[in-house]
């Protein structure tokens, strides 16, 4: 055989040897391509598992695998590899992740997120809450607002008001409120209100840009510091993992955790940012409400007792709740500072 025959069949065989050796990540994303999250957290965390692990592991995104709730389920039963969803969508399931969600906490989804997870790994990993799931982030959206189709002066406007919640906190401010919840995932959110199915949403500002809100919700009731947060949960296959070899896995963990959540988080804030830019340029009412504000104080008002309340509904997980939603909001509200 030739030289040149043998440095071919050398030159294919690295090649297909190197093919082989790499592993595809599918995750699974329910929100549309142009949404934050797929624009900016797949794709840099996507880039840090493929330097991390010198391109063993390559990270593919998948759509339109059904509705958000159904995440955590395709992740354990290995439909995907890893995926993100909203804990509020599991009602029962997860309950401890609503200690971000409580009102008045006044910070940045980045920041809230860090306090998210460190808090976890402290205090609520022992429930077990993920059970099943290979928790590698948790983030939260950014301040939680009141987007309608027609405007409103004050929160006792919004009574009987078909309002869509996605879940967790947002039920029980809905319910405070007198409104009539309806159940929705995000993405269904611009269809219910083009259509009149619902009269508004609580939902973030990014929602104004990525989920085109701006054009079906004129009017929109902007907290300081919002209603409340989102909790969010970033998952993977645990059997998916286990199977890596021990440096990739490594690799993995090391660019996940509090260093996804911050990332995470962070990128939701911009993405508020420029969704209440896209509002402004779409010419929606938006009234940024001040400290001491009429509405300020009815909200406020709306939201007593809610801590105690929250504290006593997972009295059954067995953890310090208390100790954990204090120093959660001392976290939160130093970060950076």
């Known amino acids: 055989m030739s030289l040149k025959k043998v440095l071919a069949i050398g030159l294919f065989m690295g090649i297909a040897g ?16 142009t949404h934050p999250q797929n624009t900016v957290v797949w794709p840099t965390w996507s880039k840090w598992v493929e330097e991390a692990t010198d391109g063993r592991v390559k990270v593919v995104v998948e759509y339109g695998l059904g509705h958000p709730k159904t995440m955590f389920e395709l992740v354990e039963d290995g439909v995907v590899d890893a995926a993100f969803s ?7 399931r997860f309950k401890l992740t609503q200690a971000v969600e409580q009102p008045m906490l006044g910070a940045s989804a980045e920041a809230a997120s860090v306090a998210h997870w460190r808090i976890h790994q402290k205090y609520f990993a022992q429930a077990n809450e ?16 009141v987007h309608m189709a027609k405007p409103v002066e004050k929160f006792s406007d919004l009574k009987g008001k078909k309002i869509r919640l996605g879940g967790g906190v947002q039920a029980e401010l809905g319910h405070r409120m007198g409104v009539t919840a309806v159940g929705a995932p995000a993405p269904k959110v611009y269809e219910m209100m083009q ?11 990014v929602d104004q840009k990525s989920l085109r809100l701006k054009e079906v ?21 645990p059997d998916f993992l ?20 911050a990332m995470a988080g962070k990128a939701w804030d911009d993405g508020d940012k420029a969704g209440i830019e896209a509002a402004k340029d779409a010419g929606v009412n938006i009234t940024f409400v001040k400290e001491g504000d009429a509405l300020a104080h009815e909200f406020s008002a709306l939201t007593q007792g809610m801590d105690a309340a929250f504290i006593k509904s997972v009295e059954s997980r067995g953890v310090d709740t208390k100790a954990a939603l204090t120093e959660l ?9």
């Open 195 to 205: 259509q009149g199915v619902i009269d508004g949403v609580f939902i973030p500002m």
């Open 18 to 33: 190197q093919a082989l050796a790499e592993t595809t990540l599918r995750v699974g994303s329910w929100l549309p391509p």
């Open 86 to 92: 909203f804990h509020g969508y599991v009602p029962g």
């Open 217 to 237: 919700a004129k009017n929109v009731i902007a907290l300081p510091g919002g209603m409340y947060l989102g909790s969010f949960a970033i998952f993977m296959n």
């Open 329 to 337: 909001r001392q976290i939160a509200v130093t970060y950076n500072k």
């Open 242 to 261: 286990a199977d890596l070899d021990q440096k990739d896995r490594d690799a993995i963990l090391s660019v996940s955790g509090e260093k996804l959540s």
């Open 130 to 145: 993920h059970d099943g799931l290979e928790l590698i982030g948790l983030f939260t959206h950014g301040p939680g607002q």
